[in-house]
């Protein structure tokens, strides 16, 4: 079931009228989807190209539960997978909470937590590690949150420089291209730390056409431009699509998931 009512959100000292939508409806999973890729070992390596499939959870992977007295999402991340919201979406401000479980699995248990919000999400599931659909993320994981990588052909340009051996968002320099096929590979690194360590962190992404913004406890940490996707040697639009929240190893809960159109970035993100 869905629930839409109007909310005024204030922005940059400008009231705006918004139609917000609730994609968590803190009773199930009622508009989305799950998907659960093949068996691993403990090593990541598939033990079957077989994948568990769409809306099947042997495991309970994917529950409503109860923590911190309300009613939660929890991903246990022992199968790799995702949900995924049936709707597709474009021009946006998505806002969800995220607090890190206990669980570690495979071989994730001995490397930082790690999930992820994809945006965008196109295609087939399964289409990354056979688990994912083709998507832009907003990386979710332990030190980490508010990276990016390109999955499945997703590509972006960022502004970003190199400092040892790795590329961190700076928008004082010049724009490169990440995907899976560019020479500085698909992952960029955001800029600062705002994570809270223990407790609940509370992430905003803005998508107005092609730009996007990754916001960490209210601290913007990426700005990406001319988001697309590669088919063979073409590159394509990627600018609308379903959201996905990982499985990958480790256990999450999210809350307070909610979607608003927009017809603007704010502009003090930009800067």
Known sequence: MKYWFLAFLYF????IQAQQEVLFNKKDL???DSYIGPELNDSGVAITIIPVGLNKDPLNVFSVTDLDGEKVIRISGESWGGISTIKEFSNYHLRLKYKWGTAKWGQKKEKPRDSGLLYHAVGPHG???GAWMRSQEFQIEEGNTGDYW????????VPAFLVNGHYVYDPSVEMVTFSATSPSGRHC??????????????VDLYCFKDTSVHIVNGNVVMVLYNSRQQEGDRF???VKGKIQLQSEGAEIYYKDIYIEPINSIPGTFLK
């Open 189 to 202: 690194v955001k800029r600062g730390m705002y994570e809270i360590n223990g407790g609940w962190n509370t």
């Open 236 to 238: 394509l639009p990627l």
């Open 127 to 129: 289409a990354d590690y």
């Open 30 to 32: 009622t508009g989305w």
């Open 150 to 157: 390109g999955v499945a052909g997703g590509v972006q340009d």
């Open 12 to 15: 940059t000292g400008t009231h």
